[in-house]
């Protein structure tokens, strides 16, 4: 059913199953080796193709528009403006250079690095906008990469600074840059970043998590000195050094399970205030994520790729984005009569960059 | 109902691509297009203006070549009925071909970027490395060096000198007999498992386990012609063309993918290690003939190898019976070091008797003592 009204609502109706994506999963993964993984733009592209059109909002299907030559061409921009000339560098500085200067351009070279990576994950979410339809109006990216790139680096020396607690202020910080800039078409999204807006319990639930991680850092620490992993050389005897190695990887994914049950609150507390911050038209966003909605997707996604070998990591990423996306609240309807079409087509390749540092999220 | 007759229209749904408003429309086909009428839009298009962007269960999903984001939406069973107007339009099969093209296309390429990479890659790289100006190496080779010294424990003191001082006469005599193409210096460095290096440049360097496992200065003086050989042959400077360009063409295309670059990284791993048998080989060669000449003891070469076969085997070697548990005999392809057997039965066959009367030999004592300074390490170096 089809209204052609004015004003629709925008619920969220998210259908994609396991089963599909499982499969498209496989046989994308196989081809990645003929081709020496230069398949991964296209298998990429149809991912976000079946995703998006799984995905209807008013009842009305996104629509991804990107192409995998797109991808492509991104990829061989980046690297042989970015990539190859930084390897260069590397791999002079190494040969020719005396030691302490090799030192010096290689915390240089990581330093840039880190900017970068901040930089091409604001080319990924622009170029997936840019290819993102819905009603035949695409969504768009604005600001600048750099900048938000130099920003995002700011912010993470303030969290380095202070051992993390600044972490939850950046995420909101970056997030309000981002979604301050979008628009549909030609329709701004606003977020709310005041601290009245902050009603989430992000602060309690991040002590949470600080100090949870710490103790579990604590106790693989501990028991690592226990069971003898740091007398290296103590003794050589493979068979004792593998059970060891095995017993240290056993007791790190135990913790990682508790880490994931300690985290959930907190999570599900930041997407919640993000989603509420935003708004669009008349049209008020917000979540009703649950911590245990993430430990639930958390668990079964780990043991869905393990039981699928790896093959099962695309249903994996669907499953994220299903819960998500159906887990959004609207409030509210937009009047498309505010709508016109995006103005810029956005970049006319693919985010290179980004594949180079994989800061697509998956996605 | 589904139209029969030319002409007569089925309900579809337009987006004009400027606004997000759906235009509820009558698509109507006929021989030479589709016509849509309804809510003010009005027009006319070609059966070539368009195109298939998607075909559902539920739903066709056309779109505008001229208009890249106008959408016209037709029911399923409604386009199944004007299809005969307009097969090409409809038809899903061409597209799957195309995309089948595709992937073949890029299923080639990949196969040429592997040819290119594990064949090209070990092919250019002796030329590139003769192509290198010596001066050129020579820097590398003591970067290298450096780096190598700083993971590796240097063995430094009045005993290291004294060690590469006893060596400097047999060096002068075989580099005479046989240039090696740059100056050759040795240096010492802790390390339990006997090994040579050979970097670009000339440098040398000499485990203190080979120093433990050799039994005379004559064998030293063996494995160092030996590793005179691939100075002189820049095998030094060819491995690391070839390692540096696979792996950062690798690293490259792969984007860091996980399971492919694995595999990728496991195949290259071999197409090296044959390469490095040649090498080998050649140095062994180089090895004879310069020791012959130089007035040496070829017959040296094959004891020294004797000997590292017997470490191998040995009590602190990966032969050994504690360490054999669960350790399987690696097939010689898989080795870096082919069977020592085969280099031992080879050097053997090919030594000649000594050209001149035999040198002075340096002093084992002095040689044996070169770490002797040099505290020990807490940690062993990274495997």
Sequence with gaps: MRAAADRVSLAIEQTSKIGPMLWLGVWTSLLLLPTLTLFRFWSRT??????????????????????????????LIATFTVG?????????????????????????AYLVLIWLIYVAYFLARRYLMSRTMWRGVRLHQGGSAMSFGLAAFGYLLLTIITLGWYAPIMRLRLAERLWGQTSFGDLKFTYDGSKEARTEPVWASFALAWFGGLALVGVLSAASFAIGLTDVGAADDPAAMLARVGAFYGLALLLGLAYLLMAAWHEAAMLRQIAKSIRIGDVRLGSRLKHWDLIGLGLTNILLVILTLGFGGLAALMRVWRLIAQRIETDGDLDLTRVGQAADRGPSQGEGLADAFDMSGGF | MAPSAEGEGVAAVWFDGTSPIAKRVTAAAAADGLRIDGQGASRRFAYADLKLIAYGRDE??????????????ISAVDAAAIARFAPRLFDRGQARARAGL???GLAAAGCGLIALLFIGAPMAAPPLAQATPRTVEAQMGE???????????????????????????T???????????????VSFVLEDSPNAL???????????????TLTGPDELTAVLAHEMGH????????????TLGLGVMLDVLTGGSGIAQQAMVAAGQLADLSHTRAQEARADDYALAALAAAGEDPAALARAFRALQAWEGGDDGPGSPEASDGRLALPEWLSSHPDLDARIARAEAQARPPAAARPPQPDWAVLQQACADTPARRLPPPQ
């Design chain 1, 84 to 108: 190859l000339p930084v390897v260069a560098i590397f791999i002079f500085a190494q040969l020719f250079l005396p030691l302490p200067l090799y030192f010096v351009v290689g915390a240089i």
């Design chain 2, 198 to 212: 050979a970097l670009p440049g000339g440098g040398v360097i000499i485990t203190q386990g080979l120093l433990e």
């Design chain 2, 143 to 169: 970067n290298l060096a450096a780096q190598v010294n700083l993971v590796y424990g240097a063995c430094s003191g009045p005993a290291a000198e004294a060690a590469a001082e006893a060596l400097a006469a």
């Design chain 1, 46 to 75: 149809l991912f976000r193709r079946k995703l998006w059109e799984e995905t209807k909002i008013g009842g009305e299907p996104l629509e991804y528009i990107g192409k995998g030559s797109e991808l492509f061409i991104g990829f």
């Design chain 2, 102 to 104: 595709q992937m073949a």
């Design chain 2, 231 to 242: 100075v002189a042959a820049r095998d030094g400077m060819t491995a690391l063309y070839r």
């Design chain 2, 60 to 73: 066709v999903r056309l779109g505008l070549r001229a208009e890249p984001d106008a959408r016209l939406l």
């Design chain 2, 171 to 185: 060096i002068s005599r075989l580099a005479a007999a046989a240039d090696p193409g740059f100056p050759v210096t």
